[in-house]
């Protein structure tokens, strides 16, 4: 016979956390948070989850052009616990996958935990470790732990050169079509960079019936790759995470190269690396333009000359309008610690590219530039986090992270040439796997250590209702 009352011990109360930001990091470690039982409030400055793919984001942090479809696959990107629409495109528009993202928040229930039109500009670390959160609303709120989802796409980088241009020079991050923010038609037009979004613009700028002439500057060339490969989007042919990374590699830049042959027979400069060495620059359409000569190519920008652009061939050029796709900088305007933010190179070593070791209560979610997407990712690290607020996971030593911290990034960044670009990327298949073996490991320390809670609930209990 078993005796009720007295005897039975209370499950003890678990951590508060804040989440910054509903975008897909965002709204995915609400639903990992909320399976756990754990307490949140999620902070979102726009009127509607999706952050970087929510088109005419009214915080003006959105990136989407009307024109943009995601280079990765509907099967690489799906969240684990809600498939993608069966009549889905290979590769969907902007807006299907916004509406996936709204599905999602809606379907388990995130929407009503979520509080708009609010932004957090204040995180600052208590002397006693906890989380002193200043809302927009002038509020402040306290939390034993907060989570980065303010994504790295949103703060635009533009090159600084010599001379001035008298003519439209914008990011790309302002490009909506080819007549928003500028009507396009019959201009002469640079598109700086020969990322995804440069490729993208630049073939649609490209076409007769818009630019007259459009030039593509790039300081290197770049391997473009296609989207599918024997007639089967590409990314369904990544190696398993248990190949050895080197064969793995090799494999693959073998296959590139025989079914793309030479950039140069394109009429693209000559790339100054192996394929997969740089961030991999994805487009189905680019190399018919620029082999069609609808799209040429200059070297780096040297000098601006009024409407005349001067580039490090020599070469001049009438232009009458410049694209930046030169990327963004990592920004996290509600962090005063300099040691919370990433350096001037980019670099902000994380323990699993989420915990510093010395922080035992902040996460970084989907702070990597992961392959072959971002849109799952946090959903993957959401699992450690979550195990870790209730108890069920615990890291190794400050020490041992960050050997761990270093051996993973040589493991990911190694075969990539130095760039700013270059200093979060991940390995999708080998980082998920790398994160369950951590993820068992630290489900028995967790067991050694009684299933304390790593991170103690001080903070206000959530209130009800």
């Not at 933010?341 to 530039?369: E, G, S």
């Amino acid at each position: 016979m078993t005796i009720q009352g007295a005897s039975q011990v209370a499950e003890p109360r678990l951590p508060k956390a804040c989440i910054i930001g509903a975008g897909c990091s965002g709204f995915t470690t609400a639903k990992r948070l909320k399976d756990f039982g754990i307490p949140y409030d999620c902070f979102e400055i726009s009127d509607e989850v999706g952050g970087n793919w929510y088109y005419k984001n009214p915080n003006g942090m959105s990136a989407c052009y009307e024109s943009l479809h995601i280079d990765t696959s509907k099967w690489r990107l799906a969240f684990e616990d809600y498939p993608v629409p069966t009549d889905w495109p290979d590769f969907p528009h902007h807006a299907q996958l916004h509406q996936y993202f709204k599905d999602y928040v809606d379907h388990f229930g995130l929407r009503e935990t979520i509080t708009f039109n609010t932004a957090v500009e204040k995180a600052r670390r208590t002397a006693e470790g906890l989380w002193s959160v200043t809302l927009s609303t002038g509020e402040t709120r306290t939390y034993d732990a907060l989570f980065v989802c303010n994504g790295h796409h949103w703060s635009p980088r533009i090159p600084e050169y010599e001379g001035e241009f008298d003519g439209p020079a914008f990011h790309s991050h302002a490009y909506f079509d080819p007549f928003d923010p500028v009507d396009m038609r019959g201009k002469n037009v640079v598109v700086v960079g020969m990322g995804n979004s440069a490729m993208d613009i630049a073939s649609e700028l490209a076409q007769r019936p818009i630019a007259r002439n459009l030039w593509v500057s790039a300081r290197r060339g770049v391997w473009v790759l296609p989207k599918y490969m024997n007639g089967k989007p590409a990314d369904k042919a990544s190696a398993p995470a248990w190949i050895p990374r080197k064969l793995g590699l090799a494999m693959a830049r073998g296959v590139i190269k025989k079914a793309l042959g030479r950039m140069e027979d394109y009429g693209l400069p000559k790339p100054d690396h192996e394929p997969l060495e740089a961030h991999p620059s994805v487009s189905g359409e680019f190399l018919t333009r620029a082999g069609c000569g609808d799209i040429k190519f200059k070297p780096a920008i040297q000098r601006l000359e009024g409407r005349q652009v001067r580039f490090a061939d020599g070469s001049v050029e009438d232009v009458d309008a410049i694209v930046f796709a030169t990327g963004y900088d990592m920004r996290f305007p509600f962090f005063e610690d300099p040691d919370l933010v990433p350096d001037a190179d980019h670099r902000l070593p994380l323990f699993k590219r989420m915990m510093k070791p010395d922080v035992p209560n902040l996460f970084y979610m989907a702070l990597a530039q992961p392959l072959p997407t971002l849109v799952n990712f946090a959903e993957q690290q959401a699992k450690l986090a979550a195990a870790y607020l209730a108890g069920r996971y615990r890291p190794p030593s400050p020490d041992e992270m960050r050997r761990v911290t270093a051996q993973d990034e040589q493991r990911h960044l190694g075969q990539y040439y130095p760039s700013k670009r270059h200093t979060i990327q991940v390995d999708f298949n080998a980082y998920v796997a790398d994160l369950k073996r951590e993820i068992a490991k630290g489900e028995k320390r967790a067991k050694a250590a009684g299933y304390t809670l790593p991170v103690p609930a001080r903070a206000e209990p959530a209130l009800a209702g």
